[in-house]
């Protein structure tokens, strides 16, 4: 009996150990917590969709939060005489106790007696609550300023009412919310944004030059501000007086579209007297099937959890041309460029998200089935409201191969966690194996213009093989998208293999004995092509040939021996045989070629061309992209080399934990040699950090 008690207790704490493992924590500055919050897709929409990064950290900053589109909200702290405006003057400084991927719980003293617990939450994409639950233990009166500021823009203050609320104006620019297209029904650029408050304001301002204000002059001269808000302003101050013991502050933050003004007062009233239990009741059911691992210490810990928030927290609702809810590549900050929907190299992050929601995971895949056109034609980016694909050289263009692998990869975690019925998955699986195979077909009958087996990218090129900007290889051949198109390209053949790979194994699962054998068949086509024309003896690694040459060189003779990231991927695509896989690890563990601090740089930093610094987005010529990372490390572990996957690992991890503990943000790209960087935030890929953490660990 005690033995069947112990082993209850035993799966109750497994169970319940994901569920709850983001609450009771003590995170401080230097803690590597993900500390970007924004609204889960059943509450969101599109058209209003605000999240925020929490500034905790920073010593010379306010305790604050930010939006990058709408203004950042700050808090300073005034007992007495004294005043508290920098994290720095903090007594205590603040705590992370609990972090969800919509809202969070901050604990900080910042003077001796008194104690503050600030709560936050997302409630939908286009309403955040608050609550500041505060302890005074001194003899002084607490008063509180809540600043509400703006770098890009400036506000209008329509209406204040000191008993309830103040009423701001603003543009939210459509160049951020969606890219190259004019116009786009129901996007309305001007906003109002509502600050509701439980208490009466006590006094307020405003300013036209934010952070310009004096801030220590304002809290010293002045216990009653000026009440000035006419005008442009850039800075919104509020004063509340809090002059009770204890006590409880809760407000409100309500943004709607030009039109929608008169939803102001419903919303706001509806909202801010919402419970937090219910907001953390539903991300514990949301997040409970998050895998419970033995992790290698804490770090390692937040950085899965920092992934696995990441990807969910890109979601939308379904609308528009799509059946299912969908991704962005980020929804804080929002790129106008990433904003407007799916792509296959973001859709790795589905295997990730399947780890704890493979019918979301799916679902998005299931999209691009929606989507897809007669002839197999897949477009490069799709969304609720756009479809982009890109024409050039008289040809669309759709997105790099990752298409069947990760559905393959959705399906087989799916039926290891169980999540899934049956009859669900085997819809799934047909489904996906339908449109792959249509989706290769496709491939094969448009992206082999000399029909010699092998495949050349085609379209805008630069965009349909992911690798940009600074290319090695590309640079050398023009800047026009059909300049490019003039080689037999190693990582489209690689990436076709895999995919057939993938379908091969969907058809045993389907039963589908024939189809089998054809994959089979067509595999050892391309991969026969591949070791014969891209493989070179003399230097052991793999690269493109010219169409014209066949070989090596350009008909101009210069040379396209660049070792790039992708000549590992036959190595993933099964390609490589084991002598090869033994030559190519040679390369991959030297640390003056690809075995660098933090990660496996995208070109060899034996090349001239190689540069380390990351100065902005979409550099390929040196830089860590985790995309490309992962199948490699895939690959690996399925040769056996494990060891080396482990080592790979933690150096990506090293990459992203250092980031975490100093900005609390993952990044589009990482230096393989440095820590500074300046790439986009919060890039929804990142997540595939937690799969490559969970392949290791699961074992444990």
Known sequence: MRNRV?????????????????????????????????????????????????????????????????GEINFAFKLGSMFVYSINDFYKKPVITLSYPDSFVLEAEPF?????????????????????????????????????????????????NPEKNITISYKEPSKGVYFQQKELKGFKEKRYSRFSFKKRIYSWAGYPDYNKVKKDKMFSRY?????????????????????????????????????????????????IDISFDKIYAFNREKLKKIPALKFKNKQEKLLFYAGL???????????????????????????????????FHESLSMQSLALFDPELASNSQRNFIAVQEQDGYIPYRVGAYFTRTFPANKEKTTSAPFYS??????????????????????????????????????????????????LEWGGHTLLECVRDYLNAVFDLLGEKPETLNQLEALDLSCMVVKEMASLKEMAGILKLKKEVNEWENRIKRLSDLINKYMWDKDTGFYYHVHTDTMNFKTPDNVSLKRKEI?????????????????????????????????????????????????LGCCRWNGPVWITWVYPIFKGLIDYGYTDIAKEILMKMENAMIFQLERNHRLWESYSPDFTQLNSPKNYIWDTLISRMIYEIRKAS
């Open 112 to 160: 001796v007696g008194l104690k503050i617990i600030l709560r936050f939450a997302l409630y939908t994409s286009s309403t955040a609550i608050f609550e500041i639950d505060y302890r005074n233990e001194t003899k002084e009166d607490f008063m509180l300023y809540i600043m509400y500021g703006n770098t890009y823009q400036k506000v209008i203050v329509n209406n204040i």
């Open 566 to 614: 992708i000549g590992f991927l036959p190595i993933w695509a099964g390609v490589a045989d084991r002598k090869q896989t033994k030559e190519l690890i040679k390369h991959l563990k030297n640390p003056d070629e690809f075995w660098r601090k933090f990660g496996i740089p995208t070109l060899s930093a034996a090349d001239p061309y190689y540069d380390a610094q990351v």
């Open 223 to 271: 216990e009653y501000l000026n009440g000035s808000i006419q005008g442009e302003l850039s800075e919104v101050v509020l004063l509340f007086d809090l002059y009770k013991k204890n006590g409880i502050l809760k407000f409100s933050k309500v943004t709607v579209q030009q039109g929608d003004e008169k939803k102001l007062d419903e919303i706001s009233d509806k909202v």
């Open 405 to 454: 692998w990760t559905n393959l990869e959705v399906y087989k975690i799916a039926v290891k966690s169980g999540y899934m019925s049956k009859r669900e998955l085997k819809e799934y699986l047909k489904d996906s194996y339908s449109s792959g195979k249509r989706f290769v077909n496709y491939l094969f009958k448009t992206r082999d213009k000399n029909k010699n087996g092998l």
């Open 6 to 70: 112990f082993i209850i207790i035993f799966l109750m704490v497994i169970l319940f150990t994901s569920a709850y493992s983001m609450e009771n924590l003590k995170c401080n500055a230097s803690s590597p917590l993900f500390t970007s919050y924004i609204a889960p897709f059943e509450r969101s929409s599109y058209f209003v969709d605000e999240g925020y990064h929490l500034v905790y950290y920073d010593n010379n900053s306010p305790l604050k939060l930010i939006n990058e589109s709408s």
């Open 309 to 343: 928030y990441l990807v969910r927290q890109q979601f939308l609702p379904a609308a528009g041309q799509f059946p299912f809810p969908y991704y962005v590549f980020s929804r804080e900050p929002t790129w106008g460029w990433g904003h407007e929907g799916q792509v």
